[in-house]
């Protein structure tokens, strides 16, 4: 049993250096955003919001902000509206060729994004069209259709289609069901697909660099930009303010799909 | 109730016209792109010859970027395997009431942005960065040693982006195993080090397996960390295809090693899923 101790410590400080290592970099550019020094570097000197100020008076860095919510919210429709009543058809119904369409829906997660980029350019290039915000729109819901189908797939697997037969057996019509019981059913499942489907979008660089112009520039192609230049202290405070908004949305809507499921759920 | 047929279809139709149109046709267009002639005015010339493959192998420049790519990619499968096993087997034993917190803490670099997560390794790495800092400070060396814009850096920042997928999919196989198996094996007199060696490690080898067939075709398509992270000569096979079609306008060359680059991907993707089989991966993803 002492060997077991001593064995399982060590797993013990392992993991914990594993979570030192992946979030020392991370915890550094939240720091590194409040040094007022020029260069965006240690040591610290001093504690000041100037980098942040700065940041909220560049007028580019707002547009491509603008863009980026815009072309979020856009593609986190778009995909759910098409991936959820596919991921319904896989989970609810049994038809031939199944599992083959399921893998061709799901494995364009494993083309890598700058053979997607060229793929789709190539064909707007040849159906003489110019880069356009339709463009990065289509070019994102590609992108994110096949994680949509896997986490709505994921969460509809649990809803048993005895709810709406029980609803239907005792008198509602199918509508009725589907407001009643389906759709809060559902819920859940549909905004966790809009969720990740938008930040999928919002974080994209690889594919949306092949595909923005320079109007539509996104924040991640604008943070790629401005690194050709350099680290300065105002990407750290763009990349301190990114951080907080994208982990506290997930955390958010965790938070609240659990109500979600407490209030309509089945429990 | 009796289903209709057509029904799911019909649900289908949406995604599968969009699959269908927005990226196998377009990935149809790369391949035959890549048989065209590019003249010298830089029009491209519809065509069936193979010169843009010839092109790629007649010297090393454009193979040697491959290989690069083929042994960062290995390297970085290596190193996530040996860092995601312990933690991920650390999750499966574990029976601390701060379980879901700590694993909700591994999801969350998935939320961080790609590009912040890589470039703040430049706060750790570069000259007058984190480690450069405290070497100076302590007085070890008295000039910043060069960390940045090397192989390491770029291996750095796609351990930092991969590293999660790798310790989810063996926590997802390892998840699997009754833990009555390794008590059995220990009550037979077994150590717990044999315990783990002969009954819980063969076990969660599908895990492993998965994580490493992910973390392998995920490196071999990236860009941005070489990009960021690396110096001249650490250009992988993503940043060649970025710098013909969006550099120079090559759109057939750049197609040519598109199409290398996808066929490498397919051969292995196929390989795997006649072996081990490609559903343990779309398993894990979905839990994230």
């Known amino acids: ?267 | 109730m009796k289903e209709k047929a057509w029904k799911p279809w019909l649900l289908l139709s949406p995604s599968l016209t969009a699959v269908f149109l927005l990226l196998v046709v377009p990935v149809c267009f790369v391949v035959v792109y890549s048989f065209w002639l590019r003249a010298p005015s830089g029009q491209d010339i519809p065509a069936f010859q193979l010169g843009n493959y010839a092109k790629f192998f007649a010297d090393f420049f454009y193979p040697g970027i491959l290989l690069n790519t083929l042994r960062v990619a290995l390297e970085t499968v290596a190193l996530c395997l040996l860092m995601g096993y312990v933690p991920a087997y650390f999750f499966y034993k574990t029976e601390s009431r701060l379980k879901p917190y700590l694993m909700l803490l591994v999801m969350l670099p998935f939320w961080i942005s790609f590009i912040i997560r890589t470039l703040s390794w430049i706060n750790i790495l570069g000259d007058s960065g984190l480690i450069n800092h405290l070497l100076m400070k302590s007085g070890l060396i008295t000039s910043p040693i060069p960390l940045l814009y090397n192989e390491g850096a770029v291996i750095m920042g796609l351990l930092q982006y991969l590293l999660p997928f790798m310790i989810l999919n063996i926590y997802v196989s390892l998840d699997g195993i009754d833990k009555s198996l390794a008590e059995a094996a220990k009550s037979l007199g077994c150590t717990e080090w044999q315990a783990f060696k002969e009954v819980t490690l063969p076990l969660s080898l599908p895990g492993v397996s998965a994580g490493c067939l992910l973390v392998f075709v995920l490196t071999c398509g990236t860009y941005l960390p070489p990009m960021i992270l690396g110096g001249p000569g650490n250009d992988m096979i993503a940043n060649l295809i970025f710098k013909r079609v969006i550099g120079t306008l090559d759109w057939p060359f750049g197609s040519a090693i598109s199409a290398i680059l996808l066929l490498l991907l397919v051969i292995i993707v196929y390989t795997y899923n006649r072996y081990m089989g490609i559903n343990q991966i779309f398993k894990s993803l979905s839990n994230g």
């Not at chain 1, 949306?208 to 750290?236: H, Y």
Request: charged share 10%; aromatic share 14%; net charge positive.
């Open chain 1, 1 to 267: 049993m002492k060997s077991f101790f001593s064995g399982w410590t060590l797993i013990k400080l392992y993991t914990l250096m594993v979570y030192v290592w992946m979030f020392t970099p991370i915890v550094a550019v939240v720091i590194l955003a409040f040094n007022p020094q020029q260069f965006g570097s240690f040591p610290m000197e001093g504690f000041s919001f100037k980098w942040f100020v700065k940041l909220s008076h560049n007028s580019t860095i707002l547009d491509a902000f603008q863009n980026s919510m815009v072309l979020g919210t856009l593609t986190a429709v778009l995909t759910t509206s098409i991936g959820v009543p596919a991921a319904l058809a896989f989970i609810r119904y049994e038809f031939k060729g199944k599992e083959f369409l399921n893998t061709l829906l799901i494995a364009p997660i494993m083309i890598p994004e700058v053979v997607l980029g060229v793929a789709l350019l190539l064909f707007i290039r040849w159906l003489q069209q110019p880069k356009s915000f339709v463009l990065l729109l289509i070019g994102h819901v590609v992108l994110t259709l096949p994680y949509v189908l896997l986490i709505v797939q994921a969460r509809l697997v649990g809803i048993k289609r005895e709810y709406e037969e029980a609803a239907l057996s005792l008198g509602a019509n199918p509508f009725q069901t589907f407001r009643e019981v389906t759709f809060p059913l559902l819920a859940p499942a549909i905004f966790a697909g809009m969720l990740f489907s938008f930040t999928i979008s919002f974080d994209d660089v690889t594919a949306t660099l092949f595909w923005a112009t320079a109007q539509n520039q996104t924040v991640p192609v604008k943070i790629f930009g401005m690194l050709r230049n350099s680290i300065s202290p105002e990407i750290n405070a763009l990349g301190a303010v990114m951080i907080v908004l994208t982990v506290s949305i997930p955390l958010a809507a965790g938070w609240l799909s659990r109500r979600f499921a407490r209030g309509v759920g089945p429990s």
